[in-house]
């Protein structure tokens, strides 16, 4: 989720729209935090005006009081959704952190293949991909556990992909994307599991159907308390969505993340979000990576480890 900048007023002027005061950001700032859990501070006023003002002109809406009104009487949610979408500009890729990827593959997954061979563990991998965006890390995950744990050897992949954005998982289920995001992706991944278009879908590409029904997608909430489900998840990415929510949000979402993995599972998060200190049920593994303490394990996080 990145924010461009946008200058406040100018484009809104010209179609009769007056400015967003400061008040009615204080009114949008608290709605935002109490369905989201995500704090917008005062200099992200002029964001809020510049990506509402759209919606206010297509509703023809005469104030941003107005709309603040249609959406705390609208009881479907619907429009409170539409709201969110324009506030949450999701910007991902495919295999961001290559580090994390290199380290499941000659780390973790090795010791899980041994454990399965030994008949110490399913031939199963479950993930949950948090704050998915627009499909391109679940589908990475995808690509990485089918190549390492195949159908063909007993193995069963399941990926729970989640959003707020009902846009992004729209894009997301399509599985389409712009054929220049293929440089992100590794050749023998991209020969294996895409499909390149032609006719009308030329200079697009195509997740293939074996990556395809290997994830689920659907919209969830992670500020609100409901976890899809407890102690089930081999792996949890939550990358650089922790960063939008303030201290006592942030340590909220974290237990939930936490209450998702098996013992020994692991939660990976984004470059700029240290869990140190934070919580007593994660040990400190590479940068970014964290493994929820098993019964037999110390569960603190080591903090001169991770500094290092």
């Known amino acids: 989720m990145n924010h461009d900048p946008i200058h406040p007023g100018t484009s809104n002027m010209k179609h009769g729209l007056k400015p967003l ?3 009615e950001f204080v009114l949008f700032q608290k709605l935002i935090y109490s369905a989201a859990g995500i704090y917008l501070s005062s200099i992200k006023k002029a964001l809020v005006e510049g990506r ?3 919606r206010l002109r297509e509703l023809a809406m005469p104030s941003y009081s107005a709309y603040y009104e249609h959406l705390t009487h609208d009881k479907s ?3 409170l959704g539409q709201m969110l979408d324009r506030i949450l500009t999701n910007e991902t890729q495919f295999f961001r952190e290559p580090r ?8 973790v997954f090795p010791e899980w293949q041994a454990q399965a061979a030994n008949a110490l563990r399913p031939k199963r991998v479950r993930v949950w991909s948090a704050g998915c965006s627009t499909g391109e890390e679940p589908y990475s995950i995808a690509m990485l556990l089918l190549d390492q ?3 063909r050897a007993g193995w069963q992949i399941e990926i729970f992909a989640t959003d707020l954005s009902q846009r992004a998982l729209r894009t997301a289920r399509a599985a389409v994307w712009s054929i220049d995001k293929a440089k992100q992706i590794p050749s023998r991944y991209l020969k294996q599991f895409m499909l390149r278009g032609t006719g009308s879908q030329a200079g697009n590409m195509k997740a293939v159907a074996e990556v395809r029904s290997a994830v689920r997608f659907e919209r969830l909430n992670l500020n609100e308390a409901i976890i899809p489900c ?3 998840f081999d792996l949890i990415f939550c990358r650089n969505v922790l960063i939008y929510f303030d201290a006592h949000s942030r340590a909220r979402v974290i237990q ?7 013992p020994g599972g692991y939660l990976l998060v984004g470059h700029a979000e240290s869990l140190a200190g934070m919580t007593e049920d994660l040990r400190y593994a590479i940068p970014t990576v964290y493994r929820r303490a098993t019964p037999r394990s110390s569960a603190r996080t080591d903090p001169q480890r991770e500094a290092s």
Do not use: Y
């Not at 939930?256 to 098996?262: A, K, M, S, Y």
């Open 77 to 79: 949610g619907a429009e």
């Open 256 to 262: 939930r993340l936490i209450d998702g993995l098996v």
């Open 21 to 23: 005061s400061d008040r």
């Open 100 to 107: 994390q990827f290199e380290f499941l593959e000659h780390q």
């Open 230 to 232: 407890l102690n089930t």
């Open 52 to 54: 509402l003002s759209q």
């Open 149 to 151: 744990f195949p159908e």
